[in-house]
């Protein structure tokens, strides 16, 4: 298991003064990086081999949403390789031990030249020390887009949306599917699930769908498929 401690900053804080759903997600993300990096299979020594760990899917689940300036520790392990995809789960955790925010993750290790998934090489596997998947109530990995889902006004993909890769970052479609809760929804879990990568200049085209205290909001091309589905339960 890899951990690092930190305290909830302003920046990472929404109105109510508790740390965001996104900062979660980022914790989470700059975790499994620093652990990357610290074993020697970072973005740098994978750019090399024209390699890199892309995200399939997310199952967010939030107990507490952590206070502004509360301390918190954030842990993350993998679980399972197999072929080329990895598993991986994500613990926050307050200063006591509370279980604030928990993860769990699918990764795909795509060669970058040919856009295509390939089996992650022995030397990279062998770096992460597998241990337990975390006692939670796993979810599908698949997020379908509703049928009956609600077109709402399209936009571009801009610079700042942008991650290392030139793609969308995971945690930027998330933030654009939030913007269409409804005011005072809570979010108790989220899923995504990634589709294709969008680029600077892409139009995303958003469709939502609210019932039952579940909203799914799909974020697609202009052709109607998705780059991500997200849905978010109360």
Request: net charge negative.
């Amino acid at each position: 298991m890899y951990a690092f401690q930190s305290r909830v900053r302003y920046s990472e804080a929404g109105e109510d003064k508790k740390i965001t759903l996104l900062s979660i997600l980022n914790y989470f993300q700059d975790c499994s990086t620093f652990q990357s990096e610290g074993l020697g299979v970072g973005l740098k020594q994978l750019e090399q081999r024209n390699r890199v760990w892309v995200l399939n899917s997310w199952q967010i689940v939030v107990n507490r949403y952590a206070d502004l300036c509360e301390e918190i520790s954030t842990e993350t392990w993998p679980y399972e390789f197999n072929g080329f995809t990895g598993s991986r789960n994500f613990a926050m955790r307050s200063r006591e031990g509370e279980l604030l925010a928990y993860a769990n993750s699918l990764w795909a290790f795509v060669d970058t030249e040919r856009g295509r998934p390939v089996k992650a090489p022995e030397d990279v596997v062998q770096a992460y020390t597998l241990e337990e998947r975390l006692d939670m109530d796993y979810a599908p990995r698949k997020v379908p887009v509703p049928e009956d889902a609600r077109p709402q006004e399209s936009f571009l993909v801009h610079v700042s949306h942008l991650d290392s890769n030139h793609h969308v970052n995971n945690g930027q479609y998330v933030q654009m599917a939030k913007d269409y809760l409804p005011q005072g929804f809570s979010i108790r879990q989220m899923r995504a699930e990634y589709k294709k990568s969008a680029v600077l200049g892409d139009r995303i085209c958003p469709q939502v769908k609210l019932e039952s205290g579940i909203c799914t909001v799909a974020l697609c091309d202009e052709a109607g498929k998705p780059y991500a589905t997200v849905e978010f339960q109360r």
